[in-house]
């Protein structure tokens, strides 16, 4: 546990249980949970923390497993100070914290068009540095730029080019927080935006487990991507087809289990631990490999310590 840390204005916790702080609903808790008052309170904490202590940018857990062992240093937490949506001509600003489901709707309101992000889980910070996508439109096709805190306290401005997105991927340097992010949409009937996104919702409700505890698509698609991350229609390989050809749909592992009714999707169906999913992922992976070739990567991301073996 390390003690030695600055004083903020925002909330710091020590040893703060992060398992109800994931979609998942599992985890240990991390050394300390911080929760800036706004981004000036940020700058100022990681321009004096120690160099050397970790730091993790946590959103909503979303696209997360926190392993049972917890997560050693600081998890910095956005609230409702990083959460505005600003519109403006045909730019959309959204704080890191504000939910990608409500700058979608605040978007098409003003008749803006950015209904991709209606079905992304999460918030616009995760929806950044993964450059989350949906019917074939992506973050890096709408970014102007984003604002960010370097790890050593800097507040910096990242443009498109420079986070030089990829499927799934923007370089973000590790320790920086993305605080906001603007966006360019072009112009719509807001009813027809709005009747878009319900569609959307009604279709991804029929083919996905919403009602469940999952952490959203577990396994990136092995196919083929430009570097902004649009799809290569010459390929058109799902994670999900690889796994239900594996023989994986509804496969379970303790607590955890591949959803039957969409098979890339992790689940924790009552009392499952980190491990028990991680475990679980990890067979399907190998399974996969086995009987296609084909090598899944993981969407969902995994951080944190698993529990010491007993001895």
């Known amino acids: 546990m390390i003690f030695d840390l ?54 909503v857990g979303s696209n997360l497993i926190v392993r ?82 370097s790890r050593e306290g800097h507040k910096v401005i990242l443009t498109a080019e420079d986070l030089r997105f990829a499927y799934r991927h923007a370089e973000i340097p590790e320790g920086w ?8 949409a072009c112009r719509a009937d807001p009813e027809a935006l709005h009747a878009r996104m319900a569609d959307q919702l009604t279709r991804r409700d029929a083919s996905q487990p919403t009602r469940e505890r999952s952490a ?21 390989l799902k994670a999900w087809s690889l796994i239900d050809r594996a023989g994986l749909r509804g496969h379970s592992w303790g607590g955890a289990q591949m959803s039957e009714k969409h098979p890339n999707f992790l689940l924790n169906t009552g009392g499952a631990t980190a491990a028990e999913l991680e475990a679980l992922g990890e067979l399907v992976r190998r399974r996969v490999l086995e009987d296609s070739g084909h090598d899944l990567q993981w969407e969902v ?11």
């Open 6 to 59: 600055p004083t903020p204005r925002g909330s710091l916790v020590a040893d703060r249980p992060l398992d109800g702080l994931t979609w998942l609903r599992v985890g240990g808790p991390a050394d300390w949970l911080f929760q800036p008052a706004d981004p000036d309170d940020l700058a100022q904490f990681l321009a004096q923390l120690d160099p050397s202590v970790p730091v993790f940018p946590m959103g």
């Open 68 to 149: 049972d062992g917890g997560i050693r240093g600081v998890v910095i937490r956005l609230g409702r100070s990083f959460n505005a949506i600003g519109i403006e001509g045909d730019i959309v600003t959204a704080g890191a914290a504000a939910l990608d489901a409500h700058v979608a709707r605040r978007a098409a309101e003003a008749g803006l068009d950015l209904t991709f992000l209606r079905t992304i889980p999460g918030s616009i910070g995760g929806a950044v540095r993964m450059n989350a996508g949906c019917y074939g439109s992506y973050v890096a096709d709408h970014l102007v730029d984003a604002q960010a805190v």
């Open 177 to 184: 927080i993305v605080t906001e992010a603007r966006f360019r």
């Open 216 to 236: 959203g698509s577990t396994f990136r698609n092995p196919a083929g991507f430009s570097s902004t991350g649009q799809a290569d229609d010459s390929h058109d």
């Open 301 to 311: 991301v995994r951080i944190g310590e698993p529990l010491p073996e007993p001895e």
